[in-house]
């Protein structure tokens, strides 16, 4: 699975921005899409998900700014990004948990990343 994420860059705090992030590849099937971010000297932490379903899930500190949707049809997840705060400084990180393998009639799920877009909010 290729994941091919666009969108980030720099925006004031209180700006808006999004990101979107489509899915490309061999694949049976996709279960989850979603984002993760990793600021200087932290760790990577889940920013929000969205499974094939339409299940949202989101990290607390985002609750009501941002808001993930997704096109299944184009294998295409979508962050939009309201209210920013510096806090929001990061690497921003696509994600898919997807079938990739299988053996026989099983289908095994794999975790794919994207290469990893910046989101700069300035003070």
């Known amino acids: 699975v290729q994941l091919q994420a666009s969108g980030g860059g720099l925006v004031q705090a209180g700006g808006s921005l999004s990101l979107s992030c489509a899915a490309s590849?061999?694949?049976?099937?996709?279960?989850?899409m979603g984002w993760y971010r990793q600021a200087p000297g932290k760790e990577r932490e889940l920013v929000a998900t969205i499974t094939s379903a339409g299940i949202t899930n989101y990290e607390d500190s985002v609750k009501g700014r941002f808001t993930i949707s997704s096109d299944n049809a184009k294998n295409t997840v979508y962050l939009r990004m309201n209210s920013l705060k510096s806090e929001d400084t990061a690497v921003y990180y696509c994600y898919t948990r997807a079938g990739t393998t299988n053996k026989g009639w099983r289908i095994y799920e794999h975790d794919h990343w994207g290469q990893g877009t910046q989101v700069t909010v300035s003070s």
């Open positions: 590849g061999s694949f049976f099937s996709i279960n989850t």
